[in-house]
Each structure stands twice: as C-alpha cells, then as structure tokens.
C-alpha cells in the first residue's frame, strides 16, 4: 500500500496482509481486525477458519493487489458487506447488494420475538414489511418449515435481491415476496408481521450510512423519522389475525413514542417495548 512498506519486493504471507490490513483500517474501523479477515477470505475464496490456519501461506501478486483495493476501499467507509456481496446475519450467508441496507446484528432480536410468536411445528402465516434484503424473512422461514410467508418492499431491486436469497435458502415454495408499499400487497391477514422499516430523522444519519447505504432504507420521513412506521401503523390492523403479533425495529430513541402510537391504533393489545442485544429500546411488539 505504500513505497515504504518493509515486505515490498518479497511474496506477502497471509499472517502479513492481515496484519497490515489491521493496521492500515484501525484508525477507520472499531473491526479492522474482523474486516482484514473477511476480505482476505473473501480474495482467496476460503473460510476464515482455513485463513487463520495459514499464516505463513504467500499471496499471489493478484490476490494482494485485489486485497490491498478492498482494504482501501473499507478505510473509505464503504461497508465490508458490499464489498465481499455477502453478510452473515441469523447464522445464514445471505446475499448483499447496494440495493440495500446491510442487515445489523441488532434485528436478530426481532427475528427472535417473530419465532417465539409463531408455532414451533405446524402451519402459520407471516409478513416481513420493507423486507430489503430478505434477511428476517429469510431467518424466520428456515426456522420455521411449516410457514406460509410473505414480504412487501418498495423497491424493485430490494425485492430481486430477497427473492436471490429465498432461492439461495431454499424456502422460494413457502415465500412470496411482492413490490408494493408496506401491507398494501399482502393478499391476506397473517399471524405475525414484522417490520423494520426506515426510522432515521433527517440529518441524524452517521456519515458513512448516509453515504453508502440507500437513503431510501435509511431515512423514515418527516421530522421525526417515524412517518413510514406511522403509514404502516394505520394499515397492520387490516392485516393481521385476530390474536395475531406485530413486531418492529425502531431507533432507541423512539420505542416508548412508537409503542403509545400502537396503543392508540391497537387500544386492545398487549403493547410492549424490548431491549435489543446491545441493551436499548428498540423493538416495539402488539399482541391482539
């Protein structure tokens, strides 16, 4: 990466590119370490595992060419998920483009509550709302080989992509996934809707999402960033089974004004605010 770098003129070995990988992303990335990894296997084509077990194996001038571009472009901001296409979320390899936000490690909380509403064993129906890249959708229906399932986003691309990893996890005989605005094309109610849907106010974006992410995942609309979540909150009760369970993500900084939103349009229903794996108010559940 520079003129001065001791190991020009030599064959880079694995335990060396990682390691300046490290160093090169840690002013950048609370991660390096993790991202040097990721993107070296994903160069070499092997598992982080095999990479780890390999220290002293010597790149090829192309692999170290083509990791040093991906390490430059991480310490850019550009997400580790667009560049490798891939992100591990619910212990499932799923499929990542532009196109979309990246799953965050936070909404396998609501992929948790999802399947403690649905039946182990047997037939149920569920929605993802704003589905992206598919990934609750995905996570929810491979634990669960008796549901019937469905998911909505606005965007075409979005919709693509969720149906590459419907295919990829081999739950398309179980999924349909529609583009559409929110509930809207949902052909009947379901038991269970989850929705994670844009909830960022303007301007409160971090600089890297704001840059690399699409604007329309991120940003919820008007000041508060709640506009979509509140159009979805106006149409969920159309939709949903009596005795039936909606999940949200939110910011934590909004579950307890979601969570009073949802009382008034559900006044009957059991509404709760949980904590994600990081410990905040984020995920808001109506239980009719």
């Keep these: 990466m520079h003129n001065s770098d001791p190991f020009a003129g030599t064959p880079l ?3 060396d590119a990682l390691r300046r990988g490290k160093e090169t992303l840690a002013p950048r990335s609370s991660t390096a370490r993790l991202d040097a990894e990721i993107l070296l296997a994903d160069v070499l084509g092997m598992s982080r595992a095999a990479l780890l077990a390999r220290p002293t194996e010597p790149l090829t001038r192309i692999a170290e060419a083509t990791y040093d571009g991906l390490i430059a472009r991480r310490r850019e901001g550009e997400p580790v998920a667009y560049l490798t296409g ?13 196109d979309v936000l990246v799953p ?24 993802d709302i704003g589905t992206g890249s598919g990934a609750i959708l995905v996570a929810v229906a491979t634990q669960r080989p008796g549901l019937r399932a469905y998911a909505t986003d606005i965007s075409p691309e979005a919709v693509d992509l969720a149906r590459r990893n419907s295919r990829l996890h081999n739950i398309t005989s179980r999924v349909t996934i529609y583009v559409g605005n929110l509930c809207e094309p949902l052909p009947e109610p379901v038991a269970v809707i989850a929705a994670n ?8 974006a971090s600089p890297d999402v704001a840059t690399w992410e699409p604007n329309v995942a ?3 609309g008007g000041d508060d960033g709640t506009a979509l979540i509140r159009q979805f909150l106006d149409q969920a009760p159309h939709y949903l089974l009596p005795g039936g369970t909606v999940v949200m993500e939110t910011a934590h900084s909004q579950g ?7 009382q008034k349009t559900f006044p009957d229903a059991q509404v709760e605010v949980h904590k994600d794996l990081a410990g905040y108010d984020r995920i808001v559940t109506i239980a009719t």
């Design 86 to 98: 891939h992100k591990e979320f619910y212990e499932l390899d799923l499929l990542i483009t532009r």
């Design 197 to 204: 849907l844009p909830y960022v106010p303007p301007g409160e």
């Design 218 to 220: 991120v940003f919820g």
């Design 256 to 262: 307890r004004a979601i969570s009073r939103l949802a």
């Design 13 to 15: 070995t694995i335990g």
């Design 104 to 127: 965050r490690p936070e909404t396998e909380s609501v992929v948790d509550i999802c399947l403690a509403a649905l039946p182990e064993e047997g037939e149920a129906t569920f929605a």
